[in-house]
């Protein structure tokens, strides 16, 4: 969110822009202060829409005439190739005394003209939502198996503390990078040394699959290094590759790969006689230490000596050696006989001097004595010479060569290293390849964030970074994402991976190795810890990366089409790094047949007891419009894939919407229900925790009038657990943390979840009361945000000094910029909470002396208040949910004092 009086600081990209009016303030302090208002406050909601195939959005006029500040709408379908010549439904302006209903009913009439999403009180809200759950992001990031599962549950159980979700986030599927990635760059070099079809490939195939089988020592080095050097680094470094400040024991996942050798393969090498000789080149070791070690005197037909600079002279060479006193005399014989043959006469008569090779010369010799003297016989005669002669040396020198490969395997292997010492050498020069590349990752780093980081959008620095990123450093960057992050991963099936073969399975299994028992997994998680709602994390391209293109075991539900997408201007201009992002420059494998993708990738899951999905990276379909007809068409494709998938293979609307906050994705959400409000949740960024409450309170008063805002998880034995706890209490939406197994605060736990595994949610969306909404609560050092929500008994507020921290859209990262703070007061009143003050002012307006609070419920603002409240309490939970809800109040009123206090 963003705050300001002049539309000069409004940000690029603006899809909603609420306007307080010049009255309202003052009409506002009154009616919060409980008094009737002289003056009706007015606001006015401005929200650019999508027509077909072109999205709006609001920007302001930077030019330099423009004094005053206008408000610009920019229409695109954001790609190239997508152009239109009018639009006809581009802006919706409305305006109203009451900012909340002004929002929702104005957001859900955008919502109808963009995209068919249905409001937020027409919705079936998902039963997960009130009971506490468990996401295993923060906790394990993709490295989470199934024995992960247990042993996060478990910790949990022992404090007393049930989840009734669980989330299993990203690293359940199956996945790779592109093949040129897959290896580590040590790997990859003794695969070029060593490719099929030369000498070296068989003679260090065993050493060769010792690199292969060390790699873990390679990326392990490596990521130690960046490790260290994160520490020294800008934390948006560490929030956009978690693993480099994750580093831990266990290996990266993508190392375990059926096409890596096994233990077990190794050893078997070392039986056989190490390193891939064969026995031949054994045996032949004897056999040439019985021969010859001299050096023949050959020579070439124009009398050069022969040596080792081109490859066929030093196997000629290699020959000589192997020549015994027979051979050389027949060389001699071959020598005078070419001599002769240069020094007679040769006039009409073509000369034909003998080939390398002692019989060649001996047969040779013998004939060109009797060449016959009619030209075309004798013609004849030396090309059957010739022919026979080539013939017979291409024959000793295929044999030559043969006799030298085993030569010297016999000679290498007896200079080399035992097999045990290789690996050692191996592993340790891995190691060095690993730290040496550590420091020059960082290194890189450090300059970027010092010097590209910070550079302004279509700055010089900036472009010429983003050159340089699709030239030259383009390999460089596709390594280092692939080793430190997961987004340039593509999907290969729609099944989980061996992490989930068992309920002991670990990061470690390789994980194509063993067929996964989904189910099993699933269904032993639930009976034992009584867990009610499971679900699994995907994006709505499949994976970061998309799917992978050719995939065997995607044939028939999809193709998969290679895509390499240009981020618009505006976009450009909001985040520079997108011009250099993984999807840039590893492109997208996008789907064809997206509702072929989701249905089976969704019966699988549906099949083996999952109930929902968390479905992610949702804006970067939009992204990958650029090639495939813009953003809002391929985002229209996608997201009616994904809803009539949802609606068919998960009963009950049980899904979380996440990182889907561009219009092109929110006003498509017809039937889903929850959405995340907020960027991720950055435990290991001290900046970030304010902000986060802020943007989601904000956000929530936009997007909640389409879906229950979901505040994202946190760690409740963070520093900032408590602020982060009581945010998600009054926020409405569901309450889950991320914890480690092991770290946990239960005292908090315990203030949150009820015995059985439930909580106390509030109704409604958590949003700012009327008196904040156009303060700065990050950043004006005076304003605490206040959140009012209810629940079936009471009303809430919650307050937050937020100030000290926020989002810097210049720097493009969260930064403090008050490290000391200050204590700040504020004042609460019930007429924070909407219905009630609505309720007080229908009262007001019946009767001035009347303190009856219900006498006026009738009236013209009883109507307003009666069409709130139906906006604000249809939630869409159906009566059994709502009969649940009140169980769970009806529980705590039987619950003793001191838990009540809890």
Avoid at 490 to 508: I, W, Y
Wanted: net charge negative; with cysteine; glycine share 10%.
């Amino acid at each position: 969110p963003e705050w300001g009086t002049s539309l000069h600081a409004l940000p690029a990209e603006t899809q909603f822009l609420l306007m307080e009016l010049d009255n309202a303030a003052a009409a506002g302090q009154q009616q919060h202060q409980g008094q009737h208002p002289t003056t009706e406050p007015r606001y006015a909601i401005v929200l650019p829409l999508i027509d077909g195939d072109f999205r709006g959005t609001l920007r302001p006029n930077r030019s330099w005439t423009d004094k005053e500040g206008s408000l610009c709408l920019r229409v695109e379908s954001g790609d190239a190739n997508k152009l239109g010549e009018s639009c006809d439904s581009v802006l919706l302006i409305a305006c109203s005394s009451d900012p909340f209903h002004l929002v929702d009913a104005g957001v859900a009439a955008a919502a109808a003209l963009s995209g068919g999403a249905a409001s937020r009180a027409a919705k079936q809200l998902p039963g997960s939502l009130d009971g506490f759950g468990w996401c295993t992001w923060d906790a394990f990031y993709s490295t989470v198996s199934a024995r992960g599962l247990v042993e996060g549950l478990g910790s949990l159980a022992a404090g007393g503390v049930n989840p009734q979700l669980l989330i299993i986030d990203d690293g359940w599927q199956l996945t790779d990078v592109d093949p040129p990635y897959g290896k580590a760059p040590t790997a990859q070099l003794a695969e070029q040394l060593t490719k099929e079809g030369t000498p070296v490939a068989e003679l260090f195939d065993g050493p060769r699959g010792i690199v292969l089988e060390t790699q873990d020592t390679f990326y392990k080095e490596n990521a130690k290094l960046l490790a260290e050097a994160s520490g020294q680094m800008q934390q948006e470094v560490r929030n956009l590759f978690p693993t480099v400040a994750n580093t831990g024991a266990i290996s990266h996942h993508h190392h375990h790969h059926h096409h890596t050798p096994s233990s077990g393969s190794w050893d078997k090498s070392l039986d056989g006689g190490g390193g891939g000789v064969s026995g031949d080149a054994a045996a032949a070791t004897g056999d040439r230490e019985k021969r010859s070690g001299h050096l023949s005197p050959a020579s070439s037909r124009n009398g050069e000596e022969f040596d080792g600079a081109r490859p066929d002279r030093a196997q000629n060479r290699r020959l000589g050696r192997r020549h015994g006193k027979e051979d050389r005399q027949l060389l001699l014989q071959r020598q005078k006989d070419t001599s002769s043959a240069q020094q007679g006469e040769a006039t009409g008569q073509q000369q034909v001097g003998s080939s390398t090779g002692s019989s060649i010369g001996e047969r040779g010799g013998a004939k060109m004595t009797h060449i016959p003297l009619d030209p075309k016989e004798a013609a004849a005669v030396a090309e059957a010479q010739l022919k026979a002669a080539a013939a017979d040396a291409e024959a000793r020198l295929e044999h030559a060569r043969a006799e030298a490969e085993k030569a010297m395997k016999t000679a290498i292997q007896k200079a080399s290293p035992s097999p045990q010492q290789q690996f050692i050498l191996i592993r340790w020069a891995q190691k060095a390849a690993g730290a040496v590349l550590g420091v020059a990752t960082a290194a890189f780093l450090m300059f970027y964030q010092w010097v590209v980081e910070p550079a302004p959008p279509n700055s010089l620095r900036t472009r010429a970074f983003a050159a340089a990123a699709q030239g030259f450093l383009r390999g460089a960057m596709l390594m280092f994402f692939a080793s430190a992050s997961d987004f340039t991963r593509r999907l290969t099936s729609v099944e989980a991976n061996a992490k989930f073969s068992r309920l002991d399975a670990g990061p470690e299994e390789d994980w194509e190795a063993t067929p996964a028992d989904l189910k099993s997994v699933v269904t032993h998680i639930k009976d034992r810890f009584g867990v009610r709602y499971v679900y699994c994390w995907h994006g709505l391209p499949a994976y970061w990366g998309g799917i992978m293109p050719g995939t065997p075991a995607l044939a028939g539900l999809t193709g998969a089409q290679l895509v390499y997408p240009k981020p618009t201007a505006s976009i450009a201009e909001v985040e520079p790094s997108l011009l250099w992002s993984p999807a840039v420059l590893a492109g997208v494998g996008i789907a064809d047949n997206p509702s072929g993708l989701y249905n089976a990738m969704h019966a699988y899951l549906a099949a083996s007891a999952v109930d929902g999905v968390k479905v992610d990276c949702q804006a970067g379909v939009g992204l990958v419009g650029s090639c495939i007809g813009g953003g809002p068409a391929a985002a229209r494709q996608f997201q009616a894939a994904l809803e009539d998938s949802i609606a068919t293979h998960f009963p009950g609307n049980h899904a979380i919407n996440c990182m889907c906050h561009s219009s092109e994705n929110f006003y498509r959400f017809s039937r889903t229900a929850v959405a995340r409000v907020s960027d991720d949740y950055y435990p290991r960024d001290p900046a970030s925790s304010t902000p986060h409450i802020g943007a989601c309170a904000f956000n929530s008063l936009y997007l909640g009038a389409l879906v229950q805002p979901d505040w994202d998880m946190f760690q409740s034995a963070h520093p900032a657990g408590v602020l982060h706890g009581m945010a998600r209490a009054v926020s409405g939406g569901p309450v889950y943390v991320s914890d480690k197994p092991g770290q946990h605060d239960f005292t908090l736990l315990q203030r949150l979840v009820l015995p059985d595994g439930w909580v106390f949610r509030a109704q409604l969306p958590g949003r700012p009361t009327r008196d904040c909404l156009f303060s700065d609560v990050l950043r004006d050092r005076k304003t605490l945000l206040k959140v009012w929500n209810t629940n079936p008994v009471v009303g809430v507020v919650g307050i937050f000094n937020l100030q000290g921290s926020s989002w810097d859209r210049k720097r493009r990262k969260f930064h403090i910029h008050d490290k000391h703070g200050a204590n700040l007061q504020t004042t609460v009143y019930p007429n924070d909470i909407e219905p009630f003050r609505q309720l007080s002012l229908a009262a007001a307006a019946a009767s001035s002396n009347s303190e009856d609070g219900k006498s006026g419920v009738n009236g013209n603002n009883g109507s307003r208040w009666a069409k709130t409240a139906a906006a604000g309490n249809g939630n869409g939970c159906g009566t059994s949910q709502e009969q649940h809800q009140q169980q769970r109040w009806d529980l705590q009123q039987q619950l003793p004092q001191q838990q009540q206090e809890q």
